[in-house]
Structures are given as C-alpha cells and as structure tokens.
C-alpha cells in the first residue's frame, strides 16, 4: 500500500521536557487510513494533527465499538530512537479487532508507516531520563447509522504524545481498594481485547477507590469475586516466598506486553513463575504467614507500578513495611535498561526505526 505524506504548514512549539506530563500534548502529524466493504483498509496517509469531523450518529460514539493500543518510543543516550516490542501491539490490535469486528489491519504495513511518522516527528521525541514518545493507535467505528450491527466503515489513527517521566523522584508505590462490589469483566467478555468499553467499565469503581483514599483498584473475577484478575489497567504480580505469581490469560485479562516480558526476564534469572489463579484468601493468607513479599502491577506507562497497602473489606495490610521490593525494582531497572538501549537485549524486543 502507498503512504501518502502532507506535511503541516506551520510547526506547533514544543513542550518544556521537564514539564511534561501524560497525554497532554500532541505532536504536529498523525497517521489516518481506513476501510470499506469495497476497498478494504486503503488511503494510508500521513496529515497534520487535527480534528476529525464526524456525524453525530457515528456508531462508535453510540455502541463503542473501537479498540485501541499503547506502546511507546524511547530516546537513547546517543540519540537513535527505539521501540520496544513494536509488533507485539500490532499482533494484540488485530486479536482485539477480531473480538469487535474489526477488519484487522496488516501489522507490517502499519509498523513501517509508524516508523515513517516517528522519522518526521523525530524532534518531539524528549530525551531527559524517563521521558518518551507515547504512541497511540486507534481504530473506531465511522458508518452513521444508529441501528445495532458492526460498522461497513473504519477510521484507524495514531496519535503521538511526548510524556514525562513516570517516577521523576523514584518509585511511587501505590495503595490498591480490592473490590467484590464492582466487576469489570467477565471470561467469554471483552476482557482479552484493548478496547475503551473496558475502560468505561473501570470508572465508577475508581472513582469510589479514589474517594477512599486509593489509587487502583484490584479487580477480582466477575463470577466468584475470589480470583484476582488484573489492578487499574495493569497486570498483577505476587511474591509469594521466591515464587512470582500471576493470573492466569483465560479471557477476561489483558495479554500485557510488560507481563510477557516479566515473566521472561524472570524465567531467564531463573525466578521461579506461576500463570495460576490466585485467590484473594491467598494473598491474605501469605501476607498472614510473613510471606508475601511483593506485590506489584505492570504496564506500559509506569513498566512496575509497586503497591505498599491493599485493602480487602476491612483489613488493610502495608506489605513489607511499605518498602518497595527488590524483585520490583529490578524488573524495572532491566525493562527500562533495555527500552533505553543501556542494557543488552536477549530477547530482540528492541527495534531501531532506522531498521
Ligand atoms: C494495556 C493494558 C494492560 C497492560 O498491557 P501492556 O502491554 O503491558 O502495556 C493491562 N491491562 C489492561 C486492561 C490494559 O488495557
């Protein structure tokens, strides 16, 4: 397919790099194609950011059907700019395609048409520690039809967003609210694709989580309320003695890129690792026994989120005094070392967008 490039007339001003935040700024261009019926996903074309005019009856905005991505581009230290895992997101963004009905789109086309936007928005990718490119593709529903079916036509964009640092002062462990009250998913629901309607979904309970004075809330299985599931919009890992626990992928978890690569990274220091369903009553047991020793999320934004409290009904328990843990901080020492080409890289998860 071609790529048609329109560069932008006049450039916006960059951002101070140690003011940046998450998601706020946008950077001169985006990627945009679509697809119908007839042409299949077609008119790949590189344009100036802007917005995208749309008919109020456009059935994304009615029954959200869309699905969406996150991954990132880092700065090293002699400037090349890298992506970790790149066709790992274009993989996923097709299995969440095929899970709303979604013609999925070709990952290898796509990967070199980011890579072409990321050569032209070079400039706007930040280079003090921490920083990155934050990218974000995103396919929505555009037939204007108000009746309830999958869509005839698609819009598929990526938008770029320099953010800051996402621990500028070290490790932030965070306090997580388990809740039985709210439920965010279910197996054999939308669960395993990137998709807003999950999103949507986590609202109200994190609103009532922050009310309370938490940051996330740890979700437990929509059918029994005793099996963890995932924390915020992280994957979730125990340290239970030397053993580092997850749930298991059974289709109402997110396959996270960040899990894969922990489990990994873990499997290669030879850390002992179970993809097992772990019950609330577990983690509350081990932490009775003295033997949790770590609990932390993981994802794309903050790489390991560590958690220090967690409350279940009314017991809260401080994990290991509130410190944050050495496998935590090791997972994210590494992860980030090789994201930042500061680390070698057993596993080829790195690519240069010169390659
Ligand atoms: C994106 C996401 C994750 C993390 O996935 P990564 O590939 O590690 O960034 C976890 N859970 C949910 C619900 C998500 O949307």
Same mark, same amino acid.
């Given at each position: ?11 916006k001003e960059k951002p101070k790099e140690s003011e940046l935040n998450f998601g706020t700024h946008f950077t001169d261009h985006m990627f945009n194609m679509d697809c119908s019926p007839t042409k299949g996903w077609h008119n ?24 969406f991505e996150g991954l990132k581009a880092y700065r090293t230290k002699n400037g090349t700019i890298q992506l970790f895992r790149p066709e790992d997101n274009f993989v996923r963004l097709n299995i969440s395609a095929k899970m ?107 609103? =009532? @989580? ?8 740890? %979700?437990? +299985?929509? #059918? ?6 995932? !924390? ?15 749930p298991p992928l059974q289709g109402s978890i997110l396959a996270g890129l960040t899990r894969d690569s922990v489990i990994a990274l873990a499997k290669h220091w030879n850390v002992p690792v179970e993809e097992r369903p772990i ?21 794309? =934004? @903050? ?8 409350? %279940?009904? +009314?017991? #809260? ?6 410190? !944050? ?31």
């Amino acid at each position: 397919m071609e790529l048609k490039i329109v560069g932008a007339e006049k450039l916006k001003e960059k951002p101070k790099e140690s003011e940046l935040n998450f998601g706020t700024h946008f950077t001169d261009h985006m990627f945009n194609m679509d697809c119908s019926p007839t042409k299949g996903w077609h008119n790949a074309r590189i344009e100036p950011y802007g917005p995208i005019m749309m008919d109020p009856a456009t059935m994304v905005l009615h029954y959200g059907q869309a699905i969406f991505e996150g991954l990132k581009a880092y700065r090293t230290k002699n400037g090349t700019i890298q992506l970790f895992r790149p066709e790992d997101n274009f993989v996923r963004l097709n299995i969440s395609a095929k899970m709303l009905c979604i013609p999925e789109i070709d990952p290898e086309f796509t990967l070199s048409a980011l890579k072409k936007l990321l050569v032209l928005e070079q400039e706007w990718i930040p280079s003090l520690p921490g920083t990155s490119l934050y990218i974000r593709p995103t396919i929505m529903a555009m037939d204007p039809y108000l009746g309830v079916r999958p869509s005839y036509t698609y819009r598929f964009f990526i938008i770029l967003s320099p953010v800051g640092a996402y621990y500028p002062e070290g490790f932030d462990p965070v306090k997580i609210w388990v809740t039985d009250k709210y439920v965010r998913t279910v197996r054999g629901g939308l669960g395993m694709a990137k998709t807003p309607a999950n999103y949507a979904a986590s609202l109200y309970a994190a609103e =009532a @989580a922050k009310e309370k004075g938490y940051t996330q809330v740890l %979700w437990l +299985d929509g #059918v029994e309320q005793r099996y963890i599931e995932e !924390v915020g919009t992280m994957n979730i890992f125990f340290r239970i003695d030397d053993t580092l626990v997850t749930p298991p992928l059974q289709g109402s978890i997110l396959a996270g890129l960040t899990r894969d690569s922990v489990i990994a990274l873990a499997k290669h220091w030879n850390v002992p690792v179970e993809e097992r369903p772990i019950t609330i009553d577990e983690v509350m047991s081990a932490h009775e026994k003295g033997i949790l020793q770590e609990v932390f999320g993981s994802g794309t =934004a @903050a790489v390991i989120s560590p958690v220090n409290e967690l409350a %279940w009904g +009314d017991q #809260v328990i401080t994990i290991k005094d509130g410190n !944050v843990g050495p496998m935590a901080q090791r997972l994210y020492n590494e992860i980030t070392a090789i994201q930042y080409g500061e680390a070698e890289d057993p596993f080829g998860w790195v690519m240069s967008i010169e390659d």
